[in-house]
């Protein structure tokens, strides 16, 4: 059966045509009465050529989410099953240390659009952003289990992080909290690359936990053998726990949140590395100012967004440049500075641009070690830029010659 069309003018016609995950609904020109919301449309040109084929959503400025690109897909429970067997097969290929504790899709960049799926341990947590995938959901859940059950992986409880913004503008409810009846609770202890961490699938960042910076905080752990640290914006301790199991000296870990830091502690406790580590409750900008010139040897700089539209960026810039230059200022020479930004609207040559005047203004070189982006859990698809939003950098900071 033929789908019902959409069709969209010839200004976002060639964005389409060249690969764009999303159809703005300022593109839109038609649509066939009978759509409703959530149903999956053919994108038409206006002289009638098809283009995709993708969730039709009646209120979002992303009117159409791309699903397919072949006119012949038939939307069936098969044409799921295939998608979410291939993420699978994805992360089993990129991630087999860490399929306990791992995003399983990631929307668009699985060719899964308004759907995001994280397992920990054995619950699994999911976000559903777009209506069509919220109508089909109940067999989403049911294709993921089967799935992950021929692997040997029991889903014990689905629990929705559905208390996200991108839901209103579908016009849908924001809620949180299992999905049907459930014996688990909504914590979980993972294991990422042999540390142990408990996790607030509740109530915790994200659907828990950062789960993208995980091959960030192994590089971390790499370097940090012998080195005094400081972990700022710490959280609940990733960062500055890989550099206490990767030897260092001695690990400080700063945030402003008590609760975070809580939580951070009782990590460092489940792994026995409590006695090589320091937790302070401060405002990061004011304990960068009061460090002395030296005291560490490595400096980690891991942000909250400090822009979520791109009409704030001047002021994360600021933000970002200021922190930076006292990290840089403070850290002795030849020590070493780890930096991130996970706002997508900080884009790579601003937030490069920005370090490199934070060095001059500073007085010093930056030699870098590595340059990174998010785990590969969480799959960059170069033909949707939304997918693509942390940069990692890692850098011995030298005096100017």
Not at 96 to 105: E, G, H, T, V
Not at 188 to 206: M, S, T
Not at 294 to 300: E, H, V
Not at 386 to 401: H, M, W
Request: proline content about 2%; aromatic content about 10%.
């Amino acid at each position: 059966m033929k789908l019902p069309a959409v069709r969209v003018n010839e200004q976002g016609r060639p964005f389409l045509e060249n690969g764009q995950m999303w159809m703005y609904r300022n593109n839109l020109i038609l649509h066939d009465e009978n759509v409703k919301d959530g149903d999956i449309v053919r994108i038409e040109s206006e002289d009638g050529k098809f283009i995709a084929s993708g969730f039709y959503s009646d209120c979002s400025h992303i009117a159409v989410r791309i699903l397919s690109r072949n006119e012949h897909d038939v939307f069936d429970r098969a044409f799921f099953e295939k998608r979410i067997q291939a993420a699978f097969d994805f992360r089993k290929a990129t991630n087999y240390d860490n399929l306990r504790s791992c995003r399983m899709i990631y929307s668009e960049a699985d060719l899964l659009p308004g759907f995001i799926a994280d397992l920990y341990q054995d619950i699994l947590v999911t976000q559903v952003s777009c209506s069509g995938m919220e109508q089909r959901k109940q067999m989403i859940y049911d294709i993921i289990r089967n799935v992950l059950g021929a692997e040997g992986i029991e889903i014990h409880g689905i629990y929705e992080r559905n208390d996200i913004a991108a839901r209103a503008k579908e016009g849908l409810e924001q809620y949180k909290g299992f999905y049907g009846k459930s014996e688990s609770s909504p914590q979980a202890v993972i294991n990422e690359n042999g540390l142990l961490l408990n996790v607030d699938i509740e109530n915790g960042q994200k659907t828990g936990y950062f789960l993208d910076q995980k091959s960030n905080r192994m590089l971390i752990r790499r370097y940090a053998k012998g080195m005094k640290v400081l972990d700022c914006f710490t959280h609940t301790g990733g960062f500055a726990l890989n550099a206490a199991l990767g030897n260092a000296e001695h690990v400080s870990a700063v945030d402003v949140s008590k609760t975070a830091l809580d939580q951070a502690y009782a990590n460092a406790c489940l792994n026995h590395l409590e006695d090589r580590m320091e937790f302070i409750q401060a405002d990061v900008f004011e304990y960068l100012d009061e460090i002395q010139e030296g005291q560490f040897d490595l400096i980690i700089l891991d942000p909250p967004a400090f822009t979520k539209s791109r009409k704030t960026v001047f002021k994360a810039y600021n933000g970002y440049k200021r922190i930076n230059k006292r990290a840089m200022e403070v850290l002795k020479n030849g020590g070493y500075l780890a930096t991130c930004s996970c706002s997508r609207y900080m884009e790579t040559s601003l937030f490069e641009q920005m370090l490199k005047e934070a060095a001059l203004e500073a007085g010093v070189l930056l030699k870098q070690v590595s340059v990174t982006q998010q785990n590969s859990d969480h799959p960059v698809l170069w033909q949707n830029d939304e997918t693509s939003y942390l940069k990692f950098y890692i850098f011995q900071i030298l005096n100017a010659c």
